[in-house]
């Protein structure tokens, strides 16, 4: 009979429903996981053999195959060691089967046994909130984990302290929420000096949420007053900045579970390709580049819009991935050039 244990599958900001599915088969010693995973999910099997055998257990002399399901869904990520570790552990009687259904795992583990910290704990325990379940998560990430509401959050250190919290020998505390960043204030539009009309229609730009395009001479503040833009703009609301704080998760960038207050913003280098903007690969994480990752919530700066290259390529993941974004391009007058670019690429930078 098979073990299964519950996690998820990370689809841009968007948890998939997995489960981890172990079966102890007689034959002769193997080690085997399928279902369409990656590179590091290939390496779990090590990184699982050498975090038991750290704590004095050893592998059942039987071939143990762990089924990823769905087997058509990719699955990428380390954090698939700890669920594939406890449902071995399950089918091996050591830790209570029924218990485990009522948690979502994710973790990666280290060949001492120590859980370590893993991207996008955040998506993960607002998955088990709307499954109705409770979390498994590394120590580090219990308070980022913490803020997905009135759920049952196991913050474990190791292993062997997660098996025993099971068994009831060693309860581990609940973590509490992180701390929310203050608020850091960037250039102030009181700074510009002047310039009454483009100041007006910062100001219009930022009630409406509409995008803003600035032409000009080198010199004009152009760069300077689009730096300003996020210090006029209202401070993210509660469910705002848990979004944003959703999309630092899953690029592992946000630090001690604390949930920004500040809107992100971005300014990369006009001569960045097409692939440094909006990330590169076949089903590209919203995470693959710093512009990217930024469009959600959001002020996109680039500088000498004219001299970006040519194409479509941010017309798909601006429109369906960010929301209620403010791009400000600056550069010198328009050329008549301009009018013979793509029209998909003049409606995102215009539009």
């Known amino acids: 009979m098979a073990t299964i244990v519950s996690t998820v599958a990370y689809l841009g900001l968007e948890a998939r429903a997995v489960e981890v599915q172990v079966q102890l ?17 290939g390496e779990s099997r090590e990184r699982v053999r050498g975090a038991i055998a750290a704590m004095g257990l050893a592998l059942p002399p039987k071939r143990i195959a762990v089924n990823l399901s769905p087997a058509d869904l990719p699955k990428e990520g380390s954090h698939f060691d700890l669920p594939i570790a406890l449902a071995l552990l399950g089918a091996m009687g050591i830790v209570d089967v029924e218990t485990l259904a009522d948690y979502v ?6 060949l001492d046994a120590r859980i370590a910290p893993s991207p996008g704990v955040l ?42 919290h099971f068994k009831g020998h060693g309860l581990l505390r609940p973590p509490e929420p992180g701390e929310a960043d203050d608020v850091v204030h960037g250039p102030d539009l009181r700074q510009v000096k002047g310039q009454e009309t483009a100041k007006r229609a910062l100001e219009i730009a930022a009630a409406g ?5 600035m032409c000009g001479p080198p010199g004009a503040g152009k760069s300077l007053m689009a730096a300003c833009l996020p210090g006029i703009l209202p401070p993210l609301d509660a469910a705002e900045a848990l979004e944003v704080s959703m999309v630092q998760s899953v690029a592992g ?10 809107r992100p913003f971005r300014s990369p280098h006009h001569s960045a390709s097409m692939a440094a903007l909006t990330g590169g690969g076949v089903d590209a994480p919203p995470y693959s580049a710093s512009a990217h990752l930024t469009l959600h919530q959001s002020t996109l700066l680039c500088s000498r819009g004219p001299s970006l290259q040519r194409g479509d390529g941010c017309e798909h993941p601006c429109s369906r991935r960010a929301r209620r974004r403010t791009i400000a391009l600056d550069g010198p007058p328009l050329h008549r050039d301009i009018l013979r670019w793509p029209v998909a690429l003049l409606m995102t930078m215009l539009c």
């Not at 949420?209 to 395009?213: I, R």
Request: hydrophobic share 50%; charged share 10%.
């Open 123 to 164: 998506l993960a325990a607002l998955h088990a909130s709307a499954e109705g379940k409770g979390l498994v998560c590394p120590a580090a990430q219990g308070s980022e984990a913490a803020w997905a509401g009135s759920i049952e959050v196991v913050a474990a250190p190791d292993l062997l302290g997660l098996i025993n």
């Open 209 to 213: 949420g509409h995008n803003l395009l």
């Open 25 to 41: 088969i007689p034959g002769l010693p193997a080690f085997n996981v399928v279902g369409l995973g990656d590179k590091a999910v």
């Open 105 to 110: 795992v994710v973790g990666e583990l280290g």
């Open 253 to 262: 960038t946000l630090a001690n579970g604390r949930l920004t207050r500040n």
